[in-house]
């Protein structure tokens, strides 16, 4: 046993290798996710997360400077999972599905759960913040192509600019998701939709 020991010590390095890292990742994100899906406000440490996923406070430090960075990409992973960006339909269908699909994965838990111990945390602490400012101009960035591929289609009414829609829409969605006065289903994507498309 002893052997087998001192020879696991220099080989700990090699394990880490392309496929193992990417399991351990997986493991730090998912147990991220659930932890602050679950916090009910409490704060979710590092050590923590290591534990939930089965691997060294160290492995975590390793790809991820902070807490707010692994909550951060953990969000990002799971927004790409849900949020579908479609093609090939008209510009009102592929932005009324998107709308849609925005509202509904951000008020499933996890990832409710995730955006609101985000938004807590990030008023003290300056770097989350700006790592919220960087998943937020993601977001962003992949709504401005799905319109500007309706630009280009001439599916665009004249003179809208797609930088104000994106500001339109992810207003209405973050002004509701945090005061929660309004909904957002379905219903309100296709209603932003043809007001936006109104021009």
């Known amino acids: 046993m002893s052997a087998d020991t001192g020879a696991g010590a220099p080989e700990s390095r090699p394990h880490t290798g392309r496929r193992r890292n990417e399991a351990a990742r997986q493991a730090i994100l998912d147990a991220a996710l659930r932890l602050a899906g679950a916090a009910g406000g409490e704060a979710v440490t590092i050590d923590a997360i290591a534990k939930a996923a089965g691997v060294g406070k160290q492995t975590v430090y390793r790809w991820w400077p902070s807490k707010g960075a692994v909550l951060l990409e953990a969000l990002v992973d799971r927004a790409g999972q849900d949020v579908t960006v479609p093609e090939g339909g008209s510009l009102r ?3 009324s599905s998107f709308i849609a699909t925005t509202f509904e994965a951000a008020q499933q838990e996890p990832a409710a759960g995730v955006l609101r111990t985000l938004l807590r945390e990030s008023g ?4 989350l913040a700006e790592l919220l400012r960087s998943y937020t101009a993601t977001r962003r960035g992949v709504l ?9 289609r001439g599916e665009l009414p004249a003179g809208v600019e797609p930088e104000l829609m994106v500001d339109q829409i992810y207003g209405l969605f973050w002004y509701r998701f945090v005061l929660g006065h309004g909904p957002l289903d379905s219903g ?8 936006l498309l109104r021009g």
């Open 93 to 95: 269908e592929e932005l």
């Open 124 to 127: 003290r602490d300056p770097h």
């Open 144 to 152: 401005r192509e799905l319109l500007e591929r309706g630009r280009e």
């Open 188 to 195: 309100t994507a296709q209603r932003l939709t043809d007001a």
